[in-house]
């Protein structure tokens, strides 16, 4: 676990330790209570009927008899929910993929749901009621989605992006366009073009947690709900509009979170939950089935991406460009946009041109899958920039080098960077003892960089001082992984004091302002930025009520090691008050010592990445093996090294999952063939090696302690830089994502029998 | 806690007779398996049984626990081999020494399947009776000549391994029927077995193909017993006659080993689904045979 | 009809009613109030409800309540010896072995029970020991190193 800290000037005294996370005891004896661990008193069991079809409109649903089954309190379809009044176009789609409207677009998709006095009375009344449809044809490829002749999904889908707007409705709903200078003229100036199509399967985020959540409204519109989220804020804002509430009676408490990774930014259940309690009066409890996590919480998009790049003899990339097709399900997204903009983030590129195309498909709706979008194309990327540096005879390596963006450089997708990563990463893997390891018989070394944005936004925290001198830091983004022990480190270096003096709590939304969610790696990197402003405006507090304690002036006290000094040599009588002492005395200057922050946090870094993978693969099965794995990032400052090589190993881990095995795989008749972890391969333990890890710390100039979010760009480069340590090892690109064994054989078989008949 | 008044509507019939019964005797769980009405079910090791159970695929009246019924507890070694109760679990078989020395190919077969969680409950009987055609035990008791002891309301009945499954998810096993036991026999000297199968993952898998090869030896490593099996190349595991042919009547060579992995992809008839296609499973169904041939040979002595 | 069941959990008696084709994982976690026992997938795929019964390593979603009678249990909740953490926990916690903490109860108990068998394990060893157990936050790298750091320490006491 190598860290080089040689980049950063500042010394801390508590952020770049290792403690103890504060909630750990409670989740290694069992105590932590997750999305399906609460209970109300009279609560119902909440179970949802599913379409067993891909695409088709409903005709008829009856629930007469499943209502006079004993036991069932509520019964609730598409027609409790009033889209009128609502005009975000987002939030209508929502409510129909929580409950489908007129159409079923996929097989997983709500059409009616119970509660009942338990789970065998409320799977009884599902029997019962009885659905009509009438089948559509579906589509669930990207590129048979995009032909002419597909079945349309939904006929008021207009290309958005074009000019003008299409007459005719298609399954594109949106183009978007990113880049700079002139391709044409770059691919003119070209040695060695290339173009290829790269696939990449879907994948879900595979939390081992299902949604759950328990909900209860009161007949006087007040209500409450627990839940397993990654934003109860942003919950509680959709909900209360879904269900017509005021947003301020509605309190949302998030439990522990048994992970997310994006797929827990999204309402896929919870409303429905609050409609059939405010149906029954009753308290309702629901819990997805693994299955139904699968079929109907939001997977990553299904890729399709045409790519050609051009190279001079020398190195020089002078053209990038990319067509993009991503699946978003049955609704518009934006998930190419961020595909084309993340595509060639990597590269100082003097003429680039992506254009993604949002594409209807009878899937679940597409939801955030840690960095969305980014490994897809940077699987392309950068298979692409190993197969051209073999071209021209030079080591992939240099050639990334030679074209990586710096600071200065304008990106692909518009703004220009700061100071950023992605060359000390590149570095670092040239100098990586891993880079010049020896290889063993059919394995191959791969390796690949990564790009994410970062967000911030809008945050809020308090900081509260208690008796005796101890602190509470209360924040409104979940903790995902060990954001408490962060940010319990950054109050204890802000204010001086040991962490094990400082608590961090999480609120619900009741007890402190908005919040943002914990997505888009911004929940250590903006809540610090809250907690530390939080904290500047406690100790100018303090300093005020020493200053009235001595009788001096403010500006004479000085805020040091978690003490107020009076400063000059006129005031060297006076001790030092720590904040215990100064919380003693807090009735008599002013009151409980407090300290908040609303923000809205700017200037989240860039984050890179570069891995290197070492892959064996069976000639004669396709089976492959990982044999070492090493991740080199920039965190900016890694405030809890160990969480921070968490997230590096665990992104790893789930980008090799994808691109080896994890795959929706869906029937002729459109229905999903593997919902479950028996056939959704996700990675096992014997399936990996050690991740190694190797955090650099380039500071983000916006943040005052130069944290970057480190959560996401992880998954972005694995896809890659596993298909160039698989092509390296077969000596057969890859194109097509998972690089599963059959695909793996295949491509061998269909390598060897075209080098045959060129033979001949 | 939630609550749990029973609903006993008379839509839910099956609610009102919903029975678990664990018997302690084969005579027992017999009577009540003839007798029981409905959808009934023997719960061995229920890594299947509750999975489908979970899945809303079946939904019983009847389960009758076999794991209290003493006679199909233990594994025992006698003259003519050994008889694996029904209700052993197949990590007990991996613990039992003198089995793992004599059958490793049907013991490694046995601890392939699922995780040592799966491994503390699940049944080779129990993997049998759901008739996967991907069993992993099915194969490496086909390739040893196993023979299932089926007790009945007429009676004992003996059966060999590749007569029970009869197609995906159905067996021979007729009302009131039961398999008590699986014997193996007694092994002889310079014979071995072997069982592999592939998987994409390391573990927690389901077999996309499997192999296994069980092969004596007479004098100068000449092989003079052959049988191999293969899983998941069609509906049922199936018997590989002419690859006994093949293997029958001098050393394990690799003239021989080409033949055997030729007539092993032509003895399959697989199906493309989520685990694998056509090509790849025929492609591999030989290379797999191939590699467990190898293996059960060096385990008999053999010299490649 | 209900079933009453008498067994025995974390050394202590307790008696509970469940359906007769009730999985023990729902019985400890509704009828005991055993919430640490974790359900992700309900068909033995992912080990987050890990049990040992009689001493051997399940998946309470794959055994019936029923079959629990007269049997004994231990689940998270009985790891701990009073206010002393199990050497494993102690580890997990040192070695942020766990993120989200959701699979954290499962590989416990199944690293508890490798432990039971097998007091020096290798690396690899580990690993097929635990590949019953899903984690999908952490790579596995650090709860290896926990399980591996625990064992070494248990040796020594």
């Known amino acids: 676990m190598g860290k080089d800290t040689l980049l950063t000037d500042r010394v801390f005294k508590s952020v770049g330790t290792r403690p103890m996370r504060p909630d750990g005891i409670d989740k290694v004896t069992g105590r932590a209570r997750y999305g399906a661990d609460h209970n109300m008193s009279g609560q119902l069991h909440g179970s949802i009927l599913r379409s067993p079809h891909a695409h088709a409109s409903i005709k008829s649903i009856d629930t007469s008899k499943a209502e006079k089954l004993k036991g069932v309190k509520a019964i609730v379809t598409a027609k409790d929910f009033k889209t009128k009044g609502i005009t975000d176009p987002g939030l209508l789609d929502i409510i129909d993929n929580c409950m489908a409207g007129k159409k079923v677009f996929y097989d997983g998709h709500a059409v009616a749901a119970v509660a009942a006095v338990d789970a065998k009375t409320a799977k009884a009344a599902l029997k019962l009621i009885k659905v009509e449809y009438k089948l559509l044809k579906h589509v669930t490829d990207v590129d048979e989605a995009v032909k002419p002749k597909a079945p349309v999904i939904n006929n008021k889908c207009f290309t958005k992006g074009v000019d003008p707007t299409p007459g005719k409705a298609s399954n594109v709903a949106k183009r978007s366009e990113f880049g700079h200078g002139n391709v044409a003229e770059g691919f003119e100036a070209a040695d060695v073009v290339i173009e290829r199509n790269f696939k990449t399967g879907q994948s879900h985020q595979g939390y081992i947690e299902p949604h759950a959540c328990v909900a209860s409204i009161g007949p006087d519109g007040a209500g409450e709900l627990w839940v397993c989220t990654q934003g109860h804020f942003v919950f509680r804002q959709q909900c209360a509009e879904i269900l017509g509430l005021d947003e301020a009676k509605l309190k949302v408490t998030s439990s522990e979170i048994g992970g997310g990774f994006g797929g827990k930014t999204h309402l896929w259940v919870e409303p429905v939950a609050l409609a059939l309690s405010q149906k029954a009066n009753r308290p309702v409890k629901l819990v997805m089935s693994r299955e139904d996590v699968f079929r109907a919480s939001g997977p990553t998009s299904a890729t399709s991406i045409d790519i050609k790049m051009g190279v001079t003899k020398d190195g020089v990339i002078t053209a990038a460009e990319a067509e993009l097709r991503y699946t978003s399900g049955p609704y518009a997204g934006s998930w190419a946009t961020l595909g084309a903009m993340t595509a060639f983030a990597c590269y100082d590129l003097k003429n680039v041109k992506t254009v993604g195309l949002e594409v209807l498909v009878n899937r679940p709706k597409t939801t955030a899958y840690r960095a969305p979008s980014a490994p897809m194309a940077a699987f392309a990327v950068e298979s692409m920039i190993d197969e051209l540096a073999d071209r021209i005879g030079m080591k992939a390596i240099d050639m990334r080098i030679q074209n990586a963006a710096k600071e200065g450089t304008k990106s692909s997708y518009g703004p220009v960077y700061g100071p950023i990563g992605i060359g000390p990463t590149l570095d670092a893997a040239k100098n990586h003892p891993h880079m010049s390891a020896p290889l063993g018989p059919n394995q191959g070394r791969g390796m690949a960089c990564g790009f994410w944005f970062n967000f911030g936004g809008q945050s809020c925290t308090d900081l509260n001082i208690s008796s005796d001198g101890t602190a509470t ?39 402190l302002g908005y919040n943002e969610m914990t997505d888009g790696s911004r929940g250590t990197f903006a809540s610090s930025m809250s907690a530390i402003q939080s904290c500047r405006m406690a100790i100018a507090d303090m300093r005020q009520r020493a200053a009235t304690l001595w009788e001096i002036d403010v500006d004479e006290v000085v805020w040091e090691n978690g003490q107020a000094w009076a400063g000059g040599e006129s005031n060297s009588n006076h001790p030092p008050l720590s904040i215990a002492d100064l919380a003693k005395s807090a009735e008599k200057t002013g009151g409980p010592i407090a300290g908040h922050a609303q923000i809205v946090a700017d200037g989240a870094g860039v984050s890179f990445a570069t891995h290197i993978c070492d892959i064996e693969v069976d000639p004669e099965t396709g089976q492959t093996r990982v044999v070492r794995y090493t991740v080199i990032q920039d965190a900016g400052k890694a405030v809890h090294p160990t969480y921070v090589e968490g997230q590096f190993q665990g992104g790893a881990a789930q980008g090799i999952g994808w691109a080896l095995n994890e795959e929706y795989i869906y029937g002729e008749d459109g229905r999903l063939q593997n919902p479950g972890f028996l056939d959704y391969r996700i ?35 694995p896809l890659a830089a596993i298909g160039n340590a698989v092509s390296n090892a077969t000596q057969v690109r890859m194109t097509h994502v998972p690089m599963s064994p059959p695909r793996i054989l295949a491509a061998i078989h269909a390598q060897a029998a075209s080098d045959d008949s060129s033979d001949d | 806690m939630i609550e749990t008044n029973l609903s006993l509507a008379p839509h839910n019939e099956r609610d009102l007779i919903l029975e678990y019964l664990a018997p302690e005797k084969t005579a027992d769980a017999v009577k009540l398996l003839a007798k029981s009405k409905g959808s009934v079910h023997v719960l061995a090791g229920g890594s299947d049984l509750l999975v489908r159970m979970k899945g809303g695929y079946v939904e019983p009246d009847v389960i009758i626990d076999i794991k209290r019924i003493k006679a199909m507890q233990d594994i025992k070694k006698g003259a003519t081999g050994f008889s694996i109760g029904a209700a052993v679990s197949c990590a007990k078989m991996g613990e039992h020494k003198a089995l793992r020395k004599a059958w490793p190919g049907v013991v490694e077969a046995a601890n392939l399947i699922g995780s040592d969680q799966i491994q503390g409950r699940c049944t080779i009987a129990g993997n049998l009776c759901n008739a996967s055609p991907a069993a992993d035990s099915v194969p490496a008791l086909i390739a040893a000549k196993a023979v299932a002891v089926i007790k009945g309301p007429k009676g004992t009945r003996r059966v060999a391994i590749e007569d029970i499954a009869t197609a995906p998810g159905k067996t021979c096993l007729k009302k009131g029927e039961i398999v008590e036991s699986i014997q193996l026999p007694k092994r002889a000297a310079k014979m071995a077995d072997a069982y592999l199968r592939f998987t994409p993952r390391t573990e927690m898998d389901i077999a996309v193909v499997s192999a296994a090869v069980n092969l004596t030896l007479g004098p100068r490593g000449v092989i003079t017993h052959a049988r191999v099996a293969l899983g998941a190349v069609a509906p049922t595991a199936v018997l590989v006659p002419e690859a006994t042919k093949i293997l029958k009547g001098g050393k394990l060579d690799d003239e021989k080993l080409e033949a055997l992995a030729e007539i092993c992809n032509a003895a399959c008839r697989p199906i493309d689904d989520k685990r694998g296609t056509i090509e790849f499973r025929t492609h591999v169904a030989g290379v797999l045979a191939t590699r467990a041939a190898r293996l059960a040979y060096t385990r008999a002595g053999g010299k490649l | 009809m209900s079933v009453l069941v008498s067994s025995t959990i ?59 009678e007269g049997r004994s249990i231990e689940t998270v909740e009985g790891m701990s010896d009073g206010n002393t953490l199990h050497p494993l926990q102690q580890k997990f916690l040192e070695h942020a072995a766990l993120q989200c903490g959701i699979c954290t109860p499962g590989f416990l108990i199944a690293a508890k029970s490798l432990l039971e068998k097998n007091a020096d394990p290798s690396e690899e060893e580990v690993r097929y020991a635990l590949a019953g157990n899903l984690c999908r936050c952490t790579g596995y790298d650090k709860i290896v190193r926990a399980v591996l750091d625990a064992a070494k320490q248990m040796r020594k006491a």
């Open chain 3, 10 to 68: 974390n050394g202590d008696n307790i008696e509970f009613a469940c359906e007769p084709d009730e999985t023990l994982l729902d019985a400890l976690r509704d009828r005991v109030g055993m919430t640490g026992v974790k359900e992700g997938c309900g068909t033995g795929d992912c080990g987050a409800c890990s049990i040992t019964l009689d001493g051997a390593l399940v998946c309470s979603c794959l055994v019936l309540g029923a079959e629990a």
């Open chain 1, 473 to 511: 830091i209360t924040v409104g983004t979940i903790d995902v992984g060990g954001a408490r022990a962060s940010l319990a480190l950054v109050v204890a270096e802000e204010l001086g004091i040991p962490y094990e003096q400082v608590k961090a709590v999480i609120a619900d939304t009741g007890s």
């Open chain 1, 683 to 717: 990675p096992v333990c014997s399936d990996l090696p050690m991740i190694d890890t190797q955090i650099l710390e380039i500071p983000n100039p916006n943040h005052p302690y130069g944290i970057r979010g480190v959560g996401e760009t992880s998954i972005v480069p």
